[in-house]
């Protein structure tokens, strides 16, 4: 989850944004783009500074995940006593990844023990950073968890759609090449054609058919057509080589026409992306590092397996009641001057608390996106050994959505894991109503369309549908501009003794630097409301 | 060097091209192309197999780069007694890095000292491993060397001219979404009035307008105008962020024709060309990983700092004369049944050596291309911690031409080294008459147009001019393809007892797998001749 339905998810997000065009026009399409979170850059100004006497007051934090924990962490640091409040077992909350013998038990009851090999991991939730996440990049650097680069884009991997050339997977470079090639070629005709005489005047015609021909590859004749120069984009027939065997043979590049139809253009949109841009990172051994090393830094102030059932506030602090997660003992009371609650609205819209109408209002306004992923583990990394794709995404418009290809251990013998689904909206909802070994299954037929060596290489998988997630109910906030418009200032304001603090409460919905953002916001409020009382 | 005159230098390669292309025409063009080595994929089938007795023949292999090390060890492999004589005192040839402490040598007798920090170091040769190169990266595998991706394209890195927006630096995300955007307006323009009906069919035009909404950012009036969609390519001029003081500011962006006149659109090619695309790699610690791993893998079999004066066949075997390289000693004899000769046709046509006609011609015919490299020590990394610039390249139309920043240790504090010149052509020849601190010089103060924090955080550097380097007296063999017509398949057979190998023997010209497939033809065809015989 975590980017869902973030900006990557090209041809949904499309579609959705597409038909939102169609039907309202172009003021709600600018708004559909905001309400999806698609802008992203951060609004990080360094290590936040909390200026002022905090007087010993008590802090009650209400969720271990990243925004938690950042207050946690923050607080403390500004003279607070903080407790932290935390249903489940673990740190991190979304933040999360799956490694062999890692048990995880969903909503209704059914449990997978994971069995990936020593140093293989899953991250259901976010799995990637991207360079213009500052706060998230900023913690990463205070904490010492160390980064790597994400590969997003590779142009290798494939394209691939159930009706597009008969259903047989293109490479990323095929199709971008061609694509490129194509419109090239066309707007070189239309301009030398003088067609774009009242649009661009002569002299810039000149540089503009210059800049079609080196960006496009197109020959002298200003051609998209078969040569070394297009195949030197789009790959050979033949690959060059050394000694008396060596003569390259060019291939054959798609017409435009073919290419539009297949579709699978939309997919090349990925990495110009904001976001998705070059370079991204991920934490090495896995996202859940970042959790791991916030805990570390609050370590002893979090209690797990508390499940916060009632969040009062009077004129004097706030009292949060809580019981066993699982069942055991009855209820007790914790109290604290204020609270920074983190809770995902979905849990929270259920727990009796006593805000204002305001917030109350905004907290039941937001529902939750849908997100499924898959993770595989293979016998061996078959994708690198046979198809010479190291990292990266191949994407499709089966209901898997894509194949994520680890960035990491490039080369190695031995077995690997892949994202081998990352279903959303309506896939989503149809993956997570399946048992998690059909899940499984469905991920693995869907995928051998792309990978058919995944019938004999398959070694074990894990599913998480977010849905089914308990502490979550969902993947993440998903705010329409409307509800944004009339719920999200309240949604954000402190409200008494209370404010709240997630990627909900952000402009980067789905995203962990939203989370941090949100928390370093909140708890700045919070404290310049402390000084000042 | 390596890849110079490579397919990544677009402006002046493809100033190049262009020349040609104007003057000659479209053949010439295309031949050109052919012969700057554009074309690049591997023909590698897997480890060379040399099957049949070798009956205890004996080989002589000239140079110890990756040419000749691939030739000692396969050769020995199959049951050859193989010597390697290498001029210098390493392993490696142009497979090269500088570390601190060391010390280098240039012809003409300046010596330079490397002052860098540990840890860091320099790539004056090959920096990079593309995907395709499926020989270097077996031999990587193979051999234990650990890969790490280097970063081509950076979103977030510059694109600088002179007299582009006023010498201001600008980002390749910016300029990369507004052409992009520019000509997809322009295209649909063209397209909604009709223009493209000749060359596209009806359902095909509303497929192309829907693909250029997409691939362009256009909005919904098809215009690439100021908005959340396309500030969502080309960045933000107010990020968004978490609670209250969240709200993103779209930004403007720079009209097409600003963008052609710019021709900063030059560089946006450099990710899509086959060598350059995702994912690339380096080795962990420097380049000359790869030289080290060989160098063990035929442990005993070079002898260092010998100097081939002379190369003399008859029916039986393989005479060269050689001399210490620094002069001690008198000349000495060593004797082969063959000889693999990968010594750098610059020097190999100054030696004295018994081939036929059309071998002697064919060495004698190739020119070696020029480049120089400068590595720049600074006393942080800020171009990271200033510009959020994790690798990747900035380009520039000066003579530096690009800036290439550390794919390596992304966020550590201290030291780093990146490449601060990487100039060919006529720049690199006047860079590499000049002394080696001035080459330095000259680098920094090209380089503060793009970076100014050079003045200050300047901390030491290194320079290699290849035309000044002994043993190679340039950077790589520049085929032009008429050359290639003519001497090509004569550089490459077999001579009686003696055959060629290395980068100039191949179609791969300036990169290590050229080195490498050549190296592997020539041994097989050695050995085909040794086995029938």
Aim: glycine content about 12%; hydrophobic content about 40%; some cysteine.
């Amino acid at each position: 989850m975590a980017e869902q339905p973030g900006p990557e998810q090209s041809p949904s997000r499309r579609a959705l944004l597409a038909r939102i065009g169609a039907v309202a026009g172009g003021a709600a399409m600018y708004q559909a783009m905001t309400a999806l979170g698609v802008a992203a850059e951060s609004a990080y100004a360094g290590p936040v500074k909390l200026e002022g006497d905090a007087r010993g007051a008590s802090v009650l934090v209400l969720g271990a995940g990243v925004a938690g924990m950042v207050a946690a962490m923050e607080l403390r640091k500004a003279g607070y006593r903080v407790q932290v409040l935390e249903y489940s077992d673990r740190p991190g909350g979304r933040c999360w990844s799956l490694r062999g013998g890692d048990r995880y038990t969903e909503l209704g009851g059914e449990t997978q023990t994971v069995g990936f090999d020593h140093g293989l991991y899953f991250n259901p939730g976010p799995w990637r950073i991207p360079y213009n996440h500052h706060a998230v990049l900023d913690y990463c650097k205070r904490l010492g968890v160390a980064l790597e680069p994400f590969v997003q884009v590779n142009h290798n991997a494939m394209v691939h759609g159930r009706n597009a050339f008969g259903g047989k997977p293109q490479r990323y470079r095929t199709i971008n090449a061609d694509y490129q090639g194509g419109i090239a070629e066309l707007l070189a005709k239309a301009t030398k054609q003088g067609k774009l005489d009242e649009a661009v005047g002569k002299q810039d015609q000149e540089i503009l058919l210059e800049s079609l021909r080196a960006w496009g590859a197109l020959n002298t004749d200003m051609t998209y057509a078969k040569s070394v120069l297009t195949s030197d984009r789009r790959g050979f027939d033949r690959d060059p080589g050394g000694g008396l065997t060596a003569r390259p043979v060019p291939s054959e590049p798609v017409a435009i026409k073919d290419v539009l139809s297949s579709r699978l253009w939309s997919y090349l949109v990925t990495g110009s992306l904001y976001e998705f841009q070059t370079t991204m990172f991920q934490p090495v051994g896995g996202m859940d590092m970042i959790a791991k090393a916030m805990a570390r830094e609050v370590d002893g102030l979090i209690r797990y397996n508390a499940k916060v059932t009632e969040i009062r506030q009077d004129d004097r602090g706030v009292t949060v009641t809580l019981r066993d997660a699982q069942g055991a003992g009855g209820a007790e009371q914790v109290r604290a001057d204020w609270c920074v609650c983190t809770i995902p609205l979905s849990i929270l819209s259920q727990i009796e608390m006593n805000v204002g109408a305001p917030m109350a209002a905004a907290i039941r306004a937001v529902p939750y996106a849908a997100s499924v992923k898959v993770g595989l583990q293979f016998k061996r990394r078959f994708w690198e050994q046979d198809e010479h794709i190291y990292g990266g995404i191949s994407y499709t418009d089966l209901p898997i959505r894509m194949i994520s290809y680890p960035s990491t251990a490039y080369g190695t013998p031995g077995k690997g894991v892949l994202l081998g689904a990352y279903a959303f909206g309506p896939y989503a909802y149809e993956f997570t109503a399946l048992p998690a070994a059909e899940r499984v299954k469905r991920a693995l037929e869907w995928g051998a369309a792309l990978h058919p060596q995944y019938k004999d290489e398959f070694d074990g998988g894990v599913s998480v549908g977010w849905h089914r997630v308990p502490g979550a109910l969902g993947c993440n906030g998903a705010w329409t501009d409307a509800k944004r418009d009339e719920h999200y200032d309240n949604l954000c304001a402190l409200d008494g003794r209370i404010v709240l603090a997630g990627e909900h409460a952000s402009y980067i919905p789905a995203w962990q630097e939203g989370a941090i953002l949100s928390s370093l916001d909140a708890i700045s409020r919070l404290h310049r409301r402390v000084v000042s009382a």
